[in-house]
């Protein structure tokens, strides 16, 4: 009975240790930039961010099929990170878009706020991009299909450090059906891959 209760308290105190490691390293998160005279320094709030897809975003849904469109999505940072906050930026009004779709018509209701981190437990210029508060609604061959994101990963940022050049985002997600007409015809969700280049900055890295 003793040597139960002896094991009972190191596993209680092991999982007290991971608890405490894991939310140290999920919140360090701090973006850097390129400043005017070519330093790098955290990225000050209000920093300008915009993405636009290279080739195309491509949804390929269940119901409406291979979808393919031409997207940007531009906001600011109101939070560039600590070691203790996680870097995000609201995208802007209008700032979500979804363009040249083919045989689809994309309408956005809410653009959300990204949010990023550092890629597992160390700082190496790369990240990973969650979005949460986004919805919009896709309609194809008489189909209505509404997808919304909370806090949904949607892939790996890939710092400048790293490309040498500007940053990228890969995207490789699942965006969940939370509505529309068509109900469970749209199927529980529906991926999305594609790779955007950020362009502005020009430079950024995930620290």
């Not at 240790?17 to 930039?33: E, H, K, N």
């Not at 897809?53 to 031409?70: P, R, T």
């Not at 940007?72 to 802007?92: F, N, V």
């Not at 529906?190 to 900055?201: L, V």
Request: with cysteine.
């Amino acid at each position: 009975m003793k040597y139960l209760k002896i094991l009972g308290l190191a596993a209680i105190a092991a999982g007290a240790l991971m608890a405490f490691v894991g939310a140290g390293t999920a919140s360090a998160t701090q973006l850097t930039c390129k400043n005017a005279s070519g330093t790098i320094e955290v990225c000050p709030k209000g920093t300008p961010i915009h993405l636009a897809s290279e080739g195309h975003a491509i949804f390929d849904n269940e119901a409406l099929g291979n979808i393919e469109c031409n997207s940007t999505i531009e906001g600011s940072l109101t939070e560039p990170g600590t070691s203790t906050t996680t870097a995000s930026a609201p995208i802007k009004a209008g700032g979500l878009t979804f363009t040249n779709c083919t045989s689809a018509i994309f309408q956005v209701l809410r653009a959300g706020t990204l949010e990023i981190h550092t890629q597992g437990s160390s700082a190496n210029n790369n990240g990973t991009l969650t979005w949460t508060g986004a919805e919009w609604t896709v309609e194809k061959f008489g189909f209505h299909c509404i997808f919304s994101t909370s806090n949904t990963d949607l892939g790996t940022v890939t710092g400048s450090s790293t490309t040498g050049a500007t940053a990228t985002l890969d995207i490789s997600a699942r965006i969940p059906r939370t509505g529309g007409r068509s109900g469970i015809f749209c199927g529980e969700s529906s991926p999305w891959t594609g790779s955007y280049k950020i362009d502005n900055p020009d430079w950024l890295d995930v620290d």
